[in-house]
């Protein structure tokens, strides 16, 4: 009748109780770090899913220090994701050219993590070949327990979508003998990772594991209210769910129509107005190639030059982005404008909504937005509506 969290509470508080714990403590809520973590991650040498892997993706934990040291001794492409992936899913480290020993030693620290990396996002073309990550507690079956906040199994269903793992992609864990413990099959859910290899201080078990890995990410679980609070978390997801819309799969959420059918109408009349003030030009877009494009005309009656409106400043637009691909993308995270002032041109767009309560809240849901591989720079635009104009900067 044990819990998940009945079993992590139990293995904290024995490696705290029996002086296996080691820094940072107390590691209660952590993914544990443990004495012997070090010999146990020198094991994976020792493996030829390691020997033959040329990129490695290493959860940032403590303990898996002495995996991302060893991959980067062996010279191997080595990911490590953003810490709570608040800004994106991977950082690739990247050592300087004739790194010493102990530059690597630092490396594949947390501090090197944020010194020697460069950003890898949905559209990096990752390619990982073995897969690295940090227990509580898990069973010889394979079956994993991580510290309750799930993003281990996030960061996999991640690169399910984005291709960057096949379903034959082992998966590895570093732990202490003594977080080896039998763990229910009832407590493990369909996004729960599971492993192939356990390495220890003093064993490597093959798992040979039968249950199915994650899929990718399993929206129509997702309540509505979940999906929200976790974009404040985890602001690339709304980028992932974007782009697999965009291939045809089903992301619905589990009460998403029961929500949409008690909101307001207002995301509707605002989508209906940048239609009609955006239409005549579409047309065009393809004679105005090297020139501004603004995808509007005059002010339409309904706006009736209002000092209320309010301009959002959309940048860092990829050339190979449409006008319509952003308007999709805007209607998909409910921030649609009255109106559309395309400048592909110059990569960005500038958005008018009817007031800046509005406009705040657009900047708020298109935040962490990529397309075309670029995370969009959103904010309010610093120069706003002047009697009834958008003021922009033209070229001459």
Known sequence: GASKQDVREKVWDYLEASGLAAFPRPVHRRIPNFQGSHQACCSIKELDVFNKAREIKVDPDKPLEGVRLAALQARKTLLVPTPRLRTGLFNRIVPPSGATKEILRICATAQGIKEYSVPVGLDGKARVDLVVVGSVAVSEKGWRIGKG???ADMEYAMMVSMGAVQEDTPVITI???????????ELLDDHDLTVDYIL????TIKTNCKRPKPQGIIWHKASYLCYCEMLEKIPILKSLRYREKQTGKDVTLRDEHSDLANATTAAASNEEAMAENTRPQAAMGSAQTGRRH??????????????MITTVYVGNIPPSIRVSELKCALREFRATPLRLNWQGAQHRAFL???????????VSSLKGLSLGGNTLRVELAKNQRNKGQVEINSQK
Not at 175 to 185: G, K
Not at 200 to 203: I, K, Q, S, V, Y
Request: contains cysteine; glycine residues 6%; proline residues 5%.
């Open 149 to 151: 906040e799930g993003y």
């Open 200 to 203: 220890t201080p003093t064993r």
């Open 294 to 307: 603004a995808e509007s005309d005059s002010l339409s009656p309904r706006l009736g030059g209002s000092a």
């Open 352 to 362: 008018d909504y009817k007031d800046k309560a509005t406009a705040e809240s657009a």
């Open 175 to 185: 732990v202490h003998d003594c977080q080896v413990v039998d763990i229910a099959e």
